[in-house]
């Protein structure tokens, strides 16, 4: 008894139709897209550097007229009407199409960067020599498809990011949090490495460092010729080492468990900042079922051990064995490792044992008996490092985890499975921060006492697929490890029952007075069972 | 094994079999004649406006009920014979009960208008008005101009769906300001000018006389009492309440009056057969409550409640203090405590009411004109904390009390502008003109 009609025309009805605002800026934005297009095709624009910048702007533009057309003559509030008539926004024809597209363009970047124009020998050409005048500009360097890619994304987290903060003027958490993403992206991931590559010469050599991209997100960070370049570097480079170790063991524990994983994954990171700017037509389409959550469980801490095991091996293999030439060697290290896994599970085990459900029980002690095991394998035979070369590893790691999984399906697939697929399914960054935002921090959603309606806004448009209404509607508080602190279930809610907050760690879970409307004899009776 | 029948799949029905199941291992059935499984009535109006599919208003995923042992049998009622312990469905077949809960919600008022029964007339209370809505009013070509009746909480929500499809609606209310039988006037204002601002054609002091009709039965316009004026029309929206869904229990013995009479303890005169939720009627009301509450909340309360009885732990429907919240176009609305319109209100209770210039936020609290005890707020685009309020209410704090300690109130987003400050403020310049 479906009602939703798949419809492939920019016509069609209210609310699903589009304005004249719209479609002229539709027909903007997809005009930088075909002359980018076309460059990838060869065709040779004559002045590079203005074709580039009026493709830019056409793309720039475009997406932010289409914003004005959308929501400027509307009045404040939640904006999501027809998001399951509009065939973009439902999987229809249209979703299936752009999913494609965007998937054929991650195949290309990762694994076929020729076809965008990037040469072993001799100048680029195609899209990637389109984007020469602006990377000279930048860093003085000729531009590769890493180039091309972060400045596309750069401009996609800003562009969409004004359309966000438009649809969500009313909401001064999301104004400003976007407003934090964009600049992140900006700053951080974009102008400051390319800057950063000016200062480089011959004997000051710094390795590309976006400076918010932490390890195990950035799972290279501690390979060799990282390293090396670094410590090369002078007192600049082993800073910058050092912020990279401190940033996953100190800073990033300290954040997490003031305000929560959304300083980082809906605050800062490059990744969330897409998924929540340029993704946000798509947050409605995760999967909500137990099942998936049960899927999520299991894959993101695999992909969290996988981390591990691979930086593991990949560092043990430049160690050496003198303790008289530097302090760290290869033993030191792997023993560390050991020690620092165990203690960390014997840590959890013994305070929030009660907190961990049977399959996160036997997970983590399968786990941690693996990692222990190839280690000590390592000492009784004396082989490789966990089986597998080094090598071997970190380029599995690379092609399965970076390339396919958190471009390919992670971003590509967007229109069909959700903006959200790397960080929830993915993510060892994500597993880190959520292992420590469901165990120890302050922050929660706190539901409303006995408000809840049941209508399933929150569970609809969370991008995590966390069932909030299951909570929400027993008036108990979420405390979950996937949350990114979006706070667009708080937003969406038409009772005011959810509010993302910090606070105490008691009763944080399991408020104590389960506050449902009734008399409190009852709830004694309730809350008992 | 006890069998226990439970007559709808509401909120109400639902959570009686929930904590049932959780405090036994009785056979439960529940029928429905509306859909296969529960869903969230409050949410209709998103699936018309395109925000949520009908699954995504599924609270529980559909594996929920066999895990669960709750039988789910599709199927409408048409008799009770409480003396065989019997329901008989409308193709005749019959189930057995040991004790059977009545929870068959409502339905919607029809006022004995002329042409109330033609095509495109319709309520908005079931998934059948939705399936309906959506084949009369799809789009404003085949719907050019909708009318609707009666101005309460779905008579804007009604508004406000077919608004989001562009099609242009005349809102017919009977009050001279929307809603103001329970709301004080200052709010009550308020959203007539929002109402407005969302270009809805708002006609207070209006009332509908008759529904025309065109060759094929179908709704052509409706005749305005007060002025005569004809207004085409290809869709009429009749939301002037809810009235108990009882009409099958005629004949069966059990207690009638505009619902099924219970006593606290949620039974009917018959033995072994209760009532809950929108239709059941209490023989006196409860404090300030209607004798009749068609909420959410008092049927999720009653199905609580009536698992404990049912389940030997014999428990009188005893509710907390009032709470309840609407969304009106883009303003949430919560109220805690009791806060009466000037219509409605005893001489002792008094109003201080604060309005934000933006004209879309407001708070009225209501207290002892006497004792300053605090009554009860009405809150507008400003949200608030339920277990503060409840609290306040219990400890029966003063109006300065509450006014000084706003802010622990608030539940507004974090980096939201709070006005509490704005609010003592006004409180005060307006009890020092008082005092003088």
């Known amino acids: 008894m479906s009602t939703v009609q798949q419809n492939i025309s920019l016509t069609g009805e209210p609310p699903k139709s589009l304005n004249g605002t719209q479609k002229i800026a539709t027909f903007i934005g997809l005009f930088g897209l075909v002359v980018l297009a076309l460059a990838g095709f060869n065709v040779n624009f004559p002045n590079k550097g203005l074709w580039l910048t009026i493709a830019l702007l056409s793309i720039t533009a475009g997406i932010i007229l289409f914003a004005k057309g959308a929501y400027a003559q509307k009045q404040e509030g939640i904006k999501n009407d027809g998001v399951w008539f509009k065939s973009i926004s439902s999987r229809g024809f249209v979703a299936w199409i752009a999913g494609i597209l965007l998937t054929s363009f991650y195949i290309v970047l990762y694994f076929f960067p020729q076809f965008l124009g990037l040469n072993s020998e001799g100048s680029n050409t195609g899209v990637i020599a389109l984007f020469d005048p602006l990377s000279r500009l930048l860093s003085g360097n000729p531009a590769s498809q890493w180039f091309v890619y972060g400045t596309l994304y750069t401009i996609a987290i800003f562009a969409f990011g004004v359309k966000f903060i438009w649809k969500y003027r009313h909401n001064r958490y999301e104004r400003i949090r976007t407003i934090s993403v964009m600049v992140f992206q900006t700053a951080f991931a974009f102008l400051i490495p390319e800057f950063m590559a000016r200062l480089n010469s011959d004997s000051f050599n710094l390795p590309y460092y976006d400076l918010k991209n932490i390890w195990p997100l950035n799972y290279y960070n501690f390979e060799q010729y990282r390293v090396d370049s670094f410590i090369s570097s002078g007192s600049v480079g082993v800073g910058l080492l050092i912020f990279g170790v401190v940033s996953i063991f100190v800073i990033t524990p300290i954040l997490t468990y003031k305000y929560g994983k959304r300083w980082y994954c809906s605050w800062v990171c490059g990744c969330g900042g897409l998924a929540e700017t340029a993704g946000d037509s798509f947050r409605q389409l995760s999967d909500k079922s137990m099942n998936a959550w049960k899927v999520e469980r299991w894959v993101i801490h695999s992909v969290l051990v996988f981390v591990v095991v691979m930086t593991t091996a990949v560092i043990s293999t430049y160690l050496g064995y003198d303790s008289t030439k530097y302090w760290l060697t290869k033993d030191v290290f792997l023993i560390g490792v050991g020690v620092f896994l165990t203690l960390l599970f014997a840590g959890i085990w013994y305070f929030k044992k009660e907190e961990l459900q049977k399959d996160a029980r036997y997970g983590a002690i399968g786990y941690l008996v693996i990692v222990i095991s190839l280690i000590a394998m390592h000492y009784a035979t004396g082989k490789t490092l966990f089986l597998f070369e080094a090598e071997t590893l970190r380029k599995t790691y690379g092609f399965l985890i970076g390339s396919i999984f958190s471009g390919v399906i992670g971003t590509g697939f967007y229109p069909i499975l959700g903006s959200r697929v790397w960080c929830r399914m993915g993510c060892p960054m994500a597993a880190i921060l959520g292992m420590q935002q469901r165990l120890f921090s302050k922050f929660r959603i706190t539901t409303n006492g006995g408000q809840c309606i049941s209508c399933g806004n929150c569970s609809t448009y969370c991008e995590m697929g966390i069932d909030v209404r299951a909570y929400a509607q027993k008036g108990e508080n979420i405390v979950r490890s996937s949350c990114v602190g979006c706070g667009i279930c708080s937003a969406v809610c038409p009772r005011g029952v959810l509010k993302l907050e910090n606070g105490p760690l008691e009763g944080r879970i399991e408020s104590k007075d389960v506050l449902l409307g009734n008399d409190v004899d009852l709830m004694n009776y309730v809350s008992k069972n | ?436």
């Open chain 2, 1 to 436: 094994m006890e069998h226990i029948v439970i007559i709808g799949n509401g909120i109400s029905g639902v959570t009686a079999a929930r904590h049932i199941r959780k405090l036994s291992d009785k056979k439960i059935t529940i029928i429905s004649a509306e859909t296969d499984h529960f869903f969230s009535r409050t949410a209709l109006m998103y699936i018309y406006m395109g925000h949520m599919k009908y699954e995504h208003t599924k609270p529980y995923e559909d594996y929920f009920w066999k895990k669960n042992r709750i039988e789910l049998r599709r199927g409408f009622v048409e008799k009770v014979h409480t003396d065989k312990k019997e329901v008989q469905f409308s193709d005749n077949t019959t189930l057995a009960y040991d004790k059977l809960i009545i929870a068959a919600g409502s339905k919607s008022n029809k006022f004995g208008w002329p042409g109330q029964d033609l095509n495109g007339v319709q309520g908005l209370y079931s998934k059948q008005d939705l399936d309906a809505l959506e084949q009369n009013a799809p789009n404003n070509k085949i719907c050019k101009r909708a009318v609707i009746v009666g101005g309460g909480l779905i008579g804007i929500e009604f508004a406000e769906m077919l608004s989001t499809r562009n099609i242009p609606v005349t809102f017919l209310v009977r009050e001279n300001s929307f809603w103001n039988g329970v709301l004080p006037k200052g709010e009550s204002e308020l959203l007539n000018r929002h109402i407005k601002s969302h270009h809805i054609d708002l006609r207070l002091s209006t009332n509908l006389k008759e529904i025309l009709s065109d060759d094929n039965e179908k709704v052509r316009a409706v005749v305005i009492e007060e002025t005569g004026e004809e207004l085409p029309c290809d869709v009429v929206g009749l939301t002037a309440g809810v009235t108990p869904n009882i009409d099958f229990l005629k004949d069966s013995g059990i207690e009638l009056g505009r619902g099924v009479k219970v006593n606290r303890f949620l039974e009917t005169n018959v033995d072994s057969v209760y009532a809950i939720g929108d239709c059941a009627e209490q023989h006196e009301p409860i404090g300030n409550r209607r004798p009749i509450e068609a909420v959410w909340y008092t049927g999720r309360m009653m199905g609580e409640t009536l698992a404990q009885t049912i389940c030997g732990n014999k428990l009188e429907y005893k509710p907390g203090h009032w709470f309840n919240s609407a969304k009106f176009f883009d303003i949430e609305y919560q109220t805690y405590g009791w806060v009466f319109s000037e219509r409605s209100k005893k001489d002792t209770e008094a109003h201080f009411h604060w309005k934000h210039p933006d004209d879309k936020k407001c708070i009225t609290i209501a207290y002892h004109k006497d004792s300053k005890l605090f009554l009860g707020i009405n809150t507008f685009g400003i949200r608030m904390r339920h277990e503060v309020f409840d609290r306040w209410l219990s400890e029966k704090r003063g109006l300065d009390y509450v006014i000084e300690h706003l802010p622990e109130a608030n539940f507004d987003p974090e980096f939201y502008r709070s006005f509490e400050k704005d609010i003592l403020k006004a409180f005060h310049s307006e009890t020092e003109v008082t005092a003088h």
